[in-house]
C-alpha cells in the first residue's frame, strides 16, 4: 500500500536471509558447469547487517533506528514494532501526509491509524450520547414514571440512536481531526520531519536475528551479555526469557510469522504469512510443563482469544537437562546445546458447547 | 465512508474483533429462560402480561425499578411452577428399590424408553441402576425410590432430600450434575466403570510384557540417532561459518536447518501410531485425573449392552475443591494416553474407517464379536453396517486446507467438565503437534501468486460489464 507495491512482490522473503539465485546448470555443457560453479563460489548468502542500539537501564530495549534498516525488518519476516505505530513503522509517513493534508494538500488517503482513531472518536461520541439519554430515563423513574412510560421513551431513543449511528457513518468523511498542534522539535533545521520513531525488537527477536540467522551487528553473546548479568546469572533468571524463545524459534522455524500477542492477552500470535495476508488463526502461550493455574485463569484467556475467533494453544516448554547444566551451557556460549535441551509439547484449549456437538 | 467498512489491513480489524465480542456464541440453552412465554402453558390464565426480558442496570440507580421488573419475572416463573399440571402417570410408574451394598438400584418391574440407554441386567436376571441413574429418573419422576426395612419387610418411599443424602462424596455429586446435565441434553452417558457392560476398546489385546521390551528398545534406539544426528546439525548451522560457507539456493533450505533445534513431542497421528503408543507407555492406575464417563451423541439405534467407542470422554475436575488442580502437562499426557474412544481424527487420514472392524470387545475383533451375537441370536435381519459414512463427505479438500484443519482440531482429545459452584462448562482438550507441520511459504521466481488474484478481478471486472450491457438493454 505504501509503497504501491503488491503485497506478494514486498513480502516476497520469508526471512531477512535470502536464498541465492544461482544460473540455470546444464550438465553437458561445460561452459554452463564452470559459470555454475563461479557463481557458487563467489555469491553468498547476502546477510545485511543491521545495527541495533540497545538501551541501558533495568529492561534493555533492542532498537534499530535506520529507516532502511527498520523497514527491511518489517519486509522480510515482520519483525519488531515501530514504536509510534502499531506494528509496521509508519509513524513518519504518516506524519508527512498528516501535516500535508492540514496545509491544504488533501490526499484522501488515510494511514489506517488515522481510521482507527476516527472510529475510536466516533464510538466515543455515540456513547456520550447513550449516556445523555439514559440519564433522562434515570430522571423520568426518580419522578415516578411509570414502566409503560419508560419502555416508550427507550423506544424513542434507541431509534434516535440508530439514526446517529446512521449518521456517523455517511458523513464523517469530511472531517477534520486535529488531536494537537506541530511542535517545533517535531521539524529538523530543512523544515523536513525528524525521524523520532525507532523499530523496536522483542528479546526473543533480537536472539532469533543474531543466534540463528545472523542479521544485527551484534553477536548473541554481546547480546546475552546485556540482556543478563553474568555475575548473577542463575536458571531462575535465565529460564523465563529461554522459555519464551526456546517457543518463538520452535514456530518460527516451522514457517510461521510470530508477533506479539499481548493484545490478545497471550505470548504469541501465529499468522501463516503475515499480518497484511490474513488473521491470525493461533494464540500461543507458553507454559512450564509443570505449570498450572486456576482454572479461571485458562477460562479468561481463552475467553479473549475466542472472541477474536482464534483458536488458543497452550504450549508447554519441558526441560531435558539439569538447571545446573543449562546455566553452564549458557556461560559458556553453547547458546545451541541450551535451546534443544528443552521439548516442546502442545495442546488445543477450546471451549465446548453441548448443544453444538449433538450430531 | 466505504474505507471506514472495510479495512485492508487484517490486524486492524483484528483489533475491532475483540472490541465488539458479540453474543453470537451465545445459543438457545445457554440463554436465561423466560417464563412469561411459559405461563401461557399454566392451567389458571395470567391475568397481567410479564414485560419480556429488557435493559439490565449494571449499578444500582435509586429506584426500584429494577427490584420490580425482578419481582415480575420471578412471580412470572412462580406462578406457573404452582400452576401448571405436574405429576406422572400412575400406570406408567416403576419402583427402584435403593440397595445400600451395592450403591444403585433395582428395578424388579422394569419397563419405559429409558432403558433403551440406562440400567443393566446382573446373571441373576434382575435390573439394576446405577445409583446416578437412579437420582436422574427419581428426579425426573420416571422412577419412585424406594428403600426396603429388611427385617420387617416394609417399604419406605424416599423423598429427593433423602436420595441427596445418599450421596457418599461430594466427587460423586459432582458426577451426578454433570451426567445428569448432559443426560438432559439428550447424551448416553454410561461411566467408566460400570459393571455388566461389554468392554470394547480401540487396542487389540496383547501381551504386554511382550509388546512393550520390543517397544522400549525400537524407541530409544531411534531416539538415539535422532539427537545425534540433529545435535551435529545443529553444531554447524548455528556458528559463524554457516551462512558464509553454506549456499542456500531456496528459504526452504533455510527452514530445515532451523528446525532441528527445538525438539517437540510427537503426537500419535495413526491407527498404528496409536497402538504403539499404547503398548510404549503402561497406564497408571493411581493417577489423579480418571475419565469419568463415556459419552455417545444422542441416537436411536444405541446398544445398551455393547455399545462400541464412545464419541467422547469426560474427565472432572471440581475448581472449588483446593485439593484439586487444573491439570498439568504431564497429567494432560498421561489422560491422553488413558484415551480409548472414536478417534475422530483417523476419519481424516483414512477414507473409511469401519469402527466395527478397528475395535476389540471383550479381546474379539468388533466385527466378528457383532457376527458372532448375531448368529447366536438367529436374527437374519440385515442391518446397516455402517452409518458413519454421512459425516465423511468433505475429506477431499486442498492439501493446504486439510493441514489447517489438522492444525485446528488436533488429535486426540476429551473433555474436561469444570464444576465452579455447581456451575457446569466444558472444555475440549486436544493434542496439537506444530512441530510436524511446515506452513513456510515458497516465494515463487514470478510472483506467480500474483496471478490468481488477477485472474479473479477479470472474472469480477467480467461480470460487473456484463451486468452493465444487461443494464443498458433494459434501459433500451
Given at each position: 500500500m505504501a509503497k504501491g507495491k503488491p503485497n506478494g512482490v514486498r513480502y516476497r522473503y520469508p526471512l531477512p536471509i535470502h536464498p541465492i539465485q544461482l544460473p540455470i546448470?546444464?550438465?553437458?555443457?561445460?561452459?554452463?558447469?564452470?559459470?555454475?560453479?563461479?557463481?557458487?563460489?563467489?555469491?553468498?548468502?547476502?546477510?545485511?547487517?543491521?545495527?541495533?542500539?540497545?538501551?541501558?537501564?533495568?529492561?534493555?530495549?533492542?532498537?534499530?533506528?535506520?529507516?532502511?534498516?527498520?523497514?527491511?525488518?518489517?519486509?522480510?519476516?515482520?519483525?519488531?514494532?515501530?514504536?509510534?505505530?502499531?506494528?509496521?513503522?509508519?509513524?513518519?509517513?504518516?506524519?508527512?501526509?498528516?501535516?500535508?493534508?492540514?496545509?491544504?494538500?488533501?490526499?484522501?488517503?488515510?494511514?489506517?491509524?488515522?481510521?482507527?482513531?476516527?472510529?475510536?472518536?466516533?464510538?466515543?461520541?455515540?456513547?456520550?450520547?447513550?449516556?445523555?439519554?439514559?440519564?433522562?430515563?434515570?430522571?423520568?423513574?426518580?419522578?415516578?414514571?411509570?414502566?409503560?412510560?419508560?419502555?416508550?421513551?427507550?423506544?424513542?431513543?434507541?431509534?434516535?440512536?440508530?439514526?446517529?449511528?446512521?449518521?456517523?457513518?455517511?458523513d464523517n468523511s469530511e472531517e477534520e481531526i486535529i488531536l494537537y498542534n506541530e511542535s517545533e522539535s517535531l521539524f529538523d533545521d530543512e523544515g523536513g520531519v525528524q525521524p523520532l520513531e525507532a523499530l523496536e525488537l522483542m528479546p526473543v527477536e533480537a536472539i532469533f536475528l543474531s543466534f540463528a540467522l545472523p542479521v544485527l551487528d551484534i553477536s548473541i553473546k554481546t547480546l546475552a551479555g546485556r540482556l543478563f548479568d553474568n555475575d548473577t546469572l542463575s536458571y531462575n533468571t535465565l529460564y523465563p526469557l529461554v522459555r519464551q524463545y526456546v517457543a518463538y524459534h520452535h514456530y518460527r522455524s516451522h514457517g510461521?510469522?510470530?508477533?506479539?500477542?499481548?493484545?490478545?492477552?497471550?505470548?504469541?500470535?501465529?499468522?501463516?504469512r503475515g499480518p497484511p495476508f490474513q488473521h491470525a488463526q493461533f494464540c500461543i502461550t507458553v507454559l512450564d510443563s509443570e505449570e498450572y493455574h486456576d482454572y479461571t485463569w485458562y477460562s479468561s484467556a481463552a475467553r479473549v482469544v475466542g472472541g477474536a475467533k482464534k483458536t488458543l494453544i497452550l504450549c508447554y516448554v519441558e526441560r531435558m537437562a539439569s538447571e545446573e547444566r543449562i546455566v553452564e551451557l549458557w556461560k559458556n556460549g553453547q547458546f545451541a546445546d541450551v535451546f534443544s535441551s528443552f521439548k516442546i509439547g502442545e495442546v488445543i484449549y477450546r471451549r465446548w458447547v453441548p448443544g453444538k456437538n449433538r450430531d | 465512508?466505504?474505507?471506514?467498512?472495510?479495512?485492508?489491513?487484517?490486524?486492524?480489524?483484528?483489533?475491532?474483533?475483540?472490541?465488539?465480542?458479540?453474543?453470537?456464541?451465545?445459543?438457545?440453552?445457554?440463554?436465561?429462560?423466560?417464563?412469561?412465554?411459559?405461563?401461557?402453558?399454566?392451567?389458571?390464565?395470567?391475568?397481567?402480561?410479564?414485560?419480556?426480558?429488557?435493559?439490565?442496570?449494571?449499578?444500582?440507580?435509586?429506584?426500584?425499578?429494577?427490584?420490580?421488573?425482578?419481582?415480575?419475572?420471578?412471580?412470572?416463573?412462580?406462578?406457573?411452577?404452582?400452576?401448571?399440571?405436574?405429576?406422572?402417570?400412575?400406570?406408567?410408574?416403576?419402583?427402584?428399590?435403593?440397595?445400600s451394598?451395592?450403591?444403585?438400584?433395582?428395578?424388579?418391574?422394569?419397563?419405559?424408553?429409558?432403558?433403551?440407554?440406562?440400567?443393566?441386567?446382573?446373571?441373576?436376571?434382575?435390573?439394576?441402576?446405577?445409583?446416578?441413574?437412579?437420582?436422574?429418573?427419581?428426579?425426573?419422576?420416571?422412577?419412585?425410590?424406594?428403600?426396603?426395612?429388611?427385617?420387617?419387610d416394609i417399604e419406605i418411599p424416599l423423598s429427593m432430600q433423602d436420595l441427596y443424602s445418599l450421596f457418599r462424596s461430594q466427587a460423586e455429586m459432582d458426577r451426578y450434575f454433570i451426567f445428569a446435565h448432559l443426560k438432559r441434553l439428550g447424551f448416553i452417558i454410561t461411566s467408566s466403570y460400570q459393571r455388566r457392560v461389554e468392554k470394547t476398546s480401540f487396542y487389540p489385546p496383547s501381551n504386554p510384557?511382550?509388546?512393550?521390551?520390543?517397544?522400549?528398545?525400537?524407541?530409544?534406539?531411534?531416539?538415539?540417532?535422532?539427537?545425534?544426528?540433529?545435535?551435529?546439525?545443529?553444531?554447524?548451522?548455528?556458528?559463524?561459518?554457516?551462512?558464509?560457507?553454506?549456499?542456500?539456493?531456496?528459504?526452504?533450505?533455510?527452514?530445515?536447518?532451523?528446525?532441528?533445534?527445538?525438539?517437540?513431542?510427537?503426537?500419535?497421528?495413526?491407527?498404528?501410531?496409536?497402538?504403539?503408543?499404547?503398548?510404549?507407555?503402561?497406564?497408571?492406575?493411581?493417577?489423579?485425573?480418571?475419565?469419568?464417563?463415556?459419552?455417545?451423541?444422542?441416537?436411536?439405534?444405541?446398544?445398551?449392552?455393547?455399545?462400541g467407542l464412545p464419541d467422547f470422554q469426560v474427565v472432572i475436575h471440581n475448581k472449588n475443591d483446593a485439593s484439586q488442580h487444573f491439570p498439568s502437562y504431564s497429567e494432560l499426557q498421561e489422560i491422553f494416553h488413558s484415551l480409548d474412544y472414536k478417534f475422530d481424527f483417523l476419519n481424516e487420514i483414512d477414507e473409511e474407517v469401519n469402527w466395527d472392524n478397528d475395535s476389540y470387545t471383550n479381546g474379539v475383533l468388533r466385527s466378528q464379536h457383532i457376527s458372532n451375537a448375531r448368529s447366536k441370536a438367529a436374527s437374519t435381519k440385515p442391518r446397516p453396517v455402517n452409518h458413519l459414512d454421512t459425516k465423511t463427505e468433505n475429506k477431499h479438500g486442498m492439501p493446504h486446507v486439510k493441514q489447517f484443519r489438522r492444525l485446528k482440531a488436533g488429535y486426540r482429545s476429551f473433555l474436561l467438565a469444570i464444576m465452579d459452584d455447581g456451575l457446569i462448562s466444558f472444555v475440549k482438550i486436544s493434542e496439537a503437534d506444530f512441530g510436524s507441520e511446515n506452513v513456510w511459504y515458497i516465494p515463487s521466481n514470478q510472483g506467480s501468486s500474483t496471478r490468481p488474484k488477477r485472474h479473479g478481478n477479470n472474472g469480477r471486472d467480467q461480470r460487473r460489464s456484463n451486468r452493465r450491457q444487461i443494464k443498458k438493454r433494459t434501459e433500451k
Amino acid at each position: 500500500m505504501a509503497k504501491g507495491k503488491p503485497n506478494g512482490v514486498r513480502y516476497r522473503y520469508p526471512l531477512p536471509i535470502h536464498p541465492i539465485q544461482l544460473p540455470i546448470l546444464v550438465p553437458h555443457n561445460p561452459v554452463s558447469c564452470i559459470y555454475w560453479a563461479y557463481c557458487y563460489v563467489t555469491t553468498i548468502n547476502r546477510v545485511t547487517k543491521i545495527h541495533v542500539d540497545i538501551t541501558s537501564g533495568k529492561y534493555a530495549h533492542v532498537l534499530v533506528r535506520n529507516a532502511e534498516q527498520m523497514m527491511y525488518l518489517w519486509e522480510n519476516g515482520f519483525f519488531g514494532t515501530g514504536q509510534l505505530s502499531r506494528s509496521e513503522p509508519t509513524w513518519i509517513e504518516r506524519t508527512v501526509t498528516r501535516i500535508n493534508e492540514s496545509m491544504g494538500d488533501g490526499s484522501k488517503n488515510l494511514a489506517l491509524e488515522r481510521i482507527t482513531e476516527k472510529r475510536r472518536l466516533q464510538r466515543l461520541e455515540f456513547k456520550r450520547k447513550r449516556v445523555e439519554f439514559e440519564k433522562y430515563i434515570l430522571d423520568l423513574r426518580r419522578q415516578g414514571g411509570s414502566i409503560e412510560q419508560e419502555t416508550e421513551v427507550l423506544e424513542k431513543q434507541r431509534q434516535a440512536l440508530r439514526d446517529f449511528k446512521a449518521s456517523q457513518d455517511k458523513d464523517n468523511s469530511e472531517e477534520e481531526i486535529i488531536l494537537y498542534n506541530e511542535s517545533e522539535s517535531l521539524f529538523d533545521d530543512e523544515g523536513g520531519v525528524q525521524p523520532l520513531e525507532a523499530l523496536e525488537l522483542m528479546p526473543v527477536e533480537a536472539i532469533f536475528l543474531s543466534f540463528a540467522l545472523p542479521v544485527l551487528d551484534i553477536s548473541i553473546k554481546t547480546l546475552a551479555g546485556r540482556l543478563f548479568d553474568n555475575d548473577t546469572l542463575s536458571y531462575n533468571t535465565l529460564y523465563p526469557l529461554v522459555r519464551q524463545y526456546v517457543a518463538y524459534h520452535h514456530y518460527r522455524s516451522h514457517g510461521w510469522c510470530v508477533r506479539s500477542g499481548i493484545k490478545f492477552g497471550c505470548d504469541y500470535l501465529l499468522y501463516k504469512r503475515g499480518p497484511p495476508f490474513q488473521h491470525a488463526q493461533f494464540c500461543i502461550t507458553v507454559l512450564d510443563s509443570e505449570e498450572y493455574h486456576d482454572y479461571t485463569w485458562y477460562s479468561s484467556a481463552a475467553r479473549v482469544v475466542g472472541g477474536a475467533k482464534k483458536t488458543l494453544i497452550l504450549c508447554y516448554v519441558e526441560r531435558m537437562a539439569s538447571e545446573e547444566r543449562i546455566v553452564e551451557l549458557w556461560k559458556n556460549g553453547q547458546f545451541a546445546d541450551v535451546f534443544s535441551s528443552f521439548k516442546i509439547g502442545e495442546v488445543i484449549y477450546r471451549r465446548w458447547v453441548p448443544g453444538k456437538n449433538r450430531d | 465512508m466505504s474505507k471506514l467498512k472495510t479495512p485492508k489491513n487484517p490486524s486492524e480489524e483484528a483489533e475491532d474483533e475483540l472490541v465488539t465480542i458479540k453474543d453470537e456464541e451465545i445459543d438457545e440453552d445457554e440463554e436465561s429462560q423466560d417464563w412469561s412465554q411459559a405461563v401461557k402453558l399454566s392451567t389458571k390464565s395470567m391475568i397481567s402480561s410479564i414485560p419480556k426480558r429488557g435493559e439490565k442496570d449494571y449499578e444500582p440507580d435509586g429506584t426500584n425499578v429494577q427490584e420490580l421488573l425482578l419481582y415480575r419475572a420471578r412471580k412470572a416463573m412462580f406462578d406457573t411452577l404452582a400452576n401448571s399440571p405436574r405429576g406422572s402417570i400412575v400406570s406408567n410408574q416403576v419402583k427402584a428399590y435403593y440397595d445400600s451394598k451395592l450403591h444403585g438400584a433395582i428395578l424388579p418391574h422394569p419397563k419405559g424408553n429409558f432403558l433403551q440407554t440406562m440400567g443393566s441386567v446382573d446373571q441373576e436376571g434382575r435390573c439394576w441402576l446405577d445409583f446416578q441413574e437412579f437420582v436422574y429418573l427419581a428426579e425426573r419422576g420416571t422412577v419412585l425410590p424406594f428403600y426396603i426395612n429388611e427385617p420387617r419387610d416394609i417399604e419406605i418411599p424416599l423423598s429427593m432430600q433423602d436420595l441427596y443424602s445418599l450421596f457418599r462424596s461430594q466427587a460423586e455429586m459432582d458426577r451426578y450434575f454433570i451426567f445428569a446435565h448432559l443426560k438432559r441434553l439428550g447424551f448416553i452417558i454410561t461411566s467408566s466403570y460400570q459393571r455388566r457392560v461389554e468392554k470394547t476398546s480401540f487396542y487389540p489385546p496383547s501381551n504386554p510384557a511382550f509388546g512393550s521390551s520390543i517397544g522400549l528398545r525400537y524407541d530409544s534406539f531411534l531416539s538415539f540417532i535422532d539427537l545425534k544426528g540433529a545435535s551435529l546439525m545443529n553444531a554447524f548451522f548455528y556458528t559463524r561459518w554457516n551462512f558464509l560457507l553454506r549456499r542456500y539456493t531456496s528459504t526452504q533450505k533455510i527452514y530445515e536447518g532451523l528446525k532441528n533445534l527445538v525438539p517437540s513431542v510427537r503426537v500419535p497421528k495413526t491407527a498404528d501410531e496409536l497402538r504403539f503408543e499404547r503398548i510404549r507407555c503402561q497406564l497408571n492406575p493411581t493417577a489423579p485425573f480418571s475419565i469419568a464417563f463415556n459419552v455417545w451423541k444422542p441416537q436411536t439405534n444405541f446398544k445398551k449392552k455393547s455399545p462400541g467407542l464412545p464419541d467422547f470422554q469426560v474427565v472432572i475436575h471440581n475448581k472449588n475443591d483446593a485439593s484439586q488442580h487444573f491439570p498439568s502437562y504431564s497429567e494432560l499426557q498421561e489422560i491422553f494416553h488413558s484415551l480409548d474412544y472414536k478417534f475422530d481424527f483417523l476419519n481424516e487420514i483414512d477414507e473409511e474407517v469401519n469402527w466395527d472392524n478397528d475395535s476389540y470387545t471383550n479381546g474379539v475383533l468388533r466385527s466378528q464379536h457383532i457376527s458372532n451375537a448375531r448368529s447366536k441370536a438367529a436374527s437374519t435381519k440385515p442391518r446397516p453396517v455402517n452409518h458413519l459414512d454421512t459425516k465423511t463427505e468433505n475429506k477431499h479438500g486442498m492439501p493446504h486446507v486439510k493441514q489447517f484443519r489438522r492444525l485446528k482440531a488436533g488429535y486426540r482429545s476429551f473433555l474436561l467438565a469444570i464444576m465452579d459452584d455447581g456451575l457446569i462448562s466444558f472444555v475440549k482438550i486436544s493434542e496439537a503437534d506444530f512441530g510436524s507441520e511446515n506452513v513456510w511459504y515458497i516465494p515463487s521466481n514470478q510472483g506467480s501468486s500474483t496471478r490468481p488474484k488477477r485472474h479473479g478481478n477479470n472474472g469480477r471486472d467480467q461480470r460487473r460489464s456484463n451486468r452493465r450491457q444487461i443494464k443498458k438493454r433494459t434501459e433500451k
